[in-house]
């Protein structure tokens, strides 16, 4: 077949000639189209100052050239016609004279119509390509095919995207279309996982990893794990285990293979190019879970942040992302939305978020700081994820926080008002909880809502003091707490010494008090006693209310430690010192009398020393 279709009248027979020539230009296998064959669309849409469209098959060969934009009359079904639920098995090219890529309404009509496996657009000025866009078929329901677009991206990060892998996950819903009616709905994962000195169990970790995947919608189903001393720079687990991977994948009908540590961008390139398969990091199935559970619009902003900065070095132009878009675990935004996978886009958004995000920084700071002028001592509840912080804070002060036996229940912070044994009000924060290998991104993304944590005055580390491997969670939690503090330059040093202590009491400035949970349901009196050896320190169940009353008395003392009430007298000679008092101490009210002015305070320990001079007596004769 060497015809040219469409709209070729009044187009010399030399230039047809050369047209024709076209259809002896293949693609190679895994490409969508060559660089040679988009030079030439690009010249003869700028000569003829029309659209070309070319129609691939998956072999690679050129089955169809057309000039002109009427796609859908022309192609007559050159291959003769696939079952309904069965894509069409050709990929449709064509060029946009304007230099625009992105997909008009009739590429969308026609794409819907024909079934392409592919509808790619070239947007062409002066003999070059400027920008591509493309669209595929992403689902079928209430009876019509549902389309998502990509773009615009550059050419080169496009012209090496391998789509085979996206093409036969949509077939292969497309088969399932009666009973799914979107893509994707349950995906089977294999955890893969590698044993290091000095590292968590792997058995322990796996397990952990599963409940994740599980958390975030899949099933788990099988594991593989490899000792080494360290991670393959190229595949991460040795090149072996690829094969038995593979075989596993296959034996097990799973459709995600989801890795124990962060891999690096070329790792899960290897590999997602090795398996055939989606690869997705622990890193990656965080974000989703986080993605899925983000509530406040804040929350949701740092979780999109944190997914954009973890695919941007992703978007290698090696369909690493592209091979994703069917959509599943990794693809999901904290919106309804797909995430976004163009780098131009990526960027400006993220430029956007962070902008936003500040803004919400600085209303919680003022928020702080009102709170701060109320005087009252803030604790906040830390921990990893299912510890109960959420049963405790709801427990305490009679809040509805959401609690649940999940990992990651609660994204958003809540501040709840406390009364303490004495009568005094704390306020109580529940937060995030944290997990082993937290994401950078993450934490960096969280920055805002965790500085309840660092601002606090006293930190309540929740332990579930039934889970196994609770020590260890107890020094992940520490592993956290500590990149939060260097990020803030407090107590760094401090916090390195307490990661391997399970308890440590004043981390750097800040007191930290350990409160070990569900002792319902740790019916071994020795093990209690043994945690209770550790200084500050408390055993309760947040569910039964057990020794709730001691965890009370223990805050009334760590309040009281935190600060000391003082009447100071200060000259008005230096009456600037009272509006220095109030940035740091809780001043509780001032008087002016004719010696100076009398103010009322709860000074932190460690600004005692300044004010030393000024203390006119615990109780000033008023
Ligand atoms: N048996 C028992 N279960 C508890 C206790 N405290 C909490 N739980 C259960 O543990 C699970 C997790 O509790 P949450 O309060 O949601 O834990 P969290 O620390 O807030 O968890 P994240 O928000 O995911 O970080 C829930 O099913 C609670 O009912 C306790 O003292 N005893
Ligand atoms: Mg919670």
Redesign the pocket.
């Given at each position: 077949m060497t015809e040219i279709y469409g709209e070729t009248h009044g187009i010399k027979q030399s230039i047809i000639s050369t047209l024709e020539r076209i259809y002896d230009m293949s693609v190679p296998h895994g490409q969508t189209i060559s660089l040679e064959l988009a030079g030439a669309l690009a010249e003869f849409t700028t000569l003829l100052k029309r659209e070309i469209a070319v129609y691939i098959n998956r072999r690679g060969l050129i089955i169809r050239i057309t000039v002109g934009d009427a796609r859908t009359v022309s192609l007559a079904d050159p291959e003769g016609r696939r079952a309904l639920n069965r894509l069409s098995g050709i990929r449709c090219i064509h060029t946009h004279p304007g230099g625009d890529s992105r997909l008009s309404s009739v590429d969308a009509a026609s794409l819907k119509e024909m079934r392409f496996d592919l509808m790619v657009a070239l947007g062409v000025g002066k003999n070059e390509i400027r920008e591509v866009s493309f669209g595929y078929i992403s689902g079928y329901k209430q009876d019509s095919y549902e389309i998502q677009t990509v773009g615009p991206l550059d050419i080169n990060d496009f012209i090496q995207a391998d789509f085979n892998y996206l093409v036969s996950q949509i077939e292969r819903q497309l088969e399932n279309r009666e009973k799914a009616s979107e893509l994707l709905e349950t995906e089977r994962a294999l955890t893969v996982g590698i044993e290091r000195q000095g590292d968590w169990d792997i058995h322990d970790s796996l397990t952990e990893l599963g409940q994740l995947a599980e958390t975030a919608g899949a099933e788990v189903a099988g594991s593989v794990w490899q000792k080494r001393s360290q991670p393959d720079p190229a595949f991460y687990i040795g090149k072996g285990k690829v094969q038995e991977i593979n075989l596993l994948r296959q034996a097990k009908g799973a459709d995600i293979i989801v890795f124990d540590d962060e891999l690096s961008p070329a790792q899960q390139r290897n590999l997602e190019q090795a398996l055939g398969s989606k690869v997705i990091d622990r890193t990656a199935l965080i974000l989703d879970i986080f993605a899925q559970r983000a509530r406040s619009h804040e929350g949701k902003l740092q979780v999109e942040l944190a997914q954009l900065k973890y695919n941007l070095p992703r978007l290698g132009g090696q369909g690493l992302v592209l091979s994703r878009l069917g959509g599943g675990i990794g693809t999901r935004g904290p919106g309804e939305t797909k995430l976004e996978v163009d780098r131009r886009r990526i960027r400006t958004r993220i430029t956007e978020i962070q902008r936003e995000i500040e803004t919400h920084k600085k209303h919680r700071k003022l928020h702080r700081e009102r709170r701060q002028e109320s005087r009252i001592p803030t604790i906040a509840l830390v921990?990893y994820?299912?510890?109960?912080?959420?049963?405790?804070l709801n427990k305490l002060t009679d809040a509805s926080v959401l609690?649940?036996?999940?990992?990651?229940?609660?994204l958003d912070p809540t501040t709840r008002k406390i009364r303490l044994p004495n009568g005094k009000e704390a306020l109580l924060s529940?937060t995030?909880?944290f997990i082993q290998k937290l994401p950078h991104q993450l934490i960096a993304a969280f920055r805002g809502t965790l500085e309840e944590v660092v601002q606090a005055d006293l930190l309540l580390h929740?332990i579930d003091a039934?889970h196994p491997q609770y020590q260890q969670q107890s020094d992940a939690v520490y592993e956290v707490l500590k990149e939060l503090n260097a990020v803030n330059a407090v107590n760094a040093v401090n916090a390195v010494n307490a990661v391997n202590a399970v308890n440590a009491v004043n981390v750097g400035k800040k007191p930290i008090f350990t409160v070990f949970?569900?002792?319902?349901?740790q019916d071994n009196p020795a093990v209690i006693e043994r945690m209770l050896r550790e200084p500050s320190s408390v055993a309760?169940?947040?569910?039964?209310g057990e020794n709730l009353d001691k965890l009370l008395d223990m805050l009334e003392i760590g309040t009281k430690r935190y600060s000391r009430d003082a009447v100071l007298l200060i000259p008005y000679a230096e009456s600037g010192l009272v509006a220095e008092l109030y940035e740091t101490a809780i001043v509780n009210r001032t008087e002016y009398r004719p010696e100076g002015i009398l103010v009322f305070a709860s000074l932190p320990i460690e600004t005692r020393g300044r004010y030393e001079t000024y203390v006119a007596g615990d109780e000033y004769n008023v």
């Open positions: 921990g994820t299912n510890a109960g912080k959420s049963t405790l609690a649940e036996d999940k990992l990651f229940a609660t529940d995030v909880g929740v039934s949970n569900k002792i319902d349901k309760v169940s947040a569910l039964t």
